[in-house]
């Protein structure tokens, strides 16, 4: 699944470290996030894309 976390990230000024305390989660989620190494639960996608101001599948990208 890809994602436009780091890009939505970046569109509000944000560092990982930012995003995750927002969140309440670690960098080091926001990392694994980023690289497609780990995915969100639906809570954690749910919350992110509210931040964003997205819909979880504008934001996480279900490869066919």
């Given at each position: 699944m890809k994602n436009?976390?780091?890009v939505e990230r970046a569109r509000l000024d944000l560092t990982q470290a930012d995003l995750a305390e927002k969140?309440?989660?670690s960098r080091q989620?926001?990392?694994?996030i980023e690289?497609?190494?780990f995915n969100p639960s639906v809570?954690?996608?749910i919350?992110?894309?509210k931040l964003f101001s997205l819909s979880?599948?504008?934001?996480f990208l279900?490869?066919?």
């Open positions: 436009l976390v780091k969140l309440g989660v989620t926001i990392h694994a690289k497609n190494k809570i954690l996608a919350k992110m894309a979880v599948e504008e934001l279900l490869e066919e």
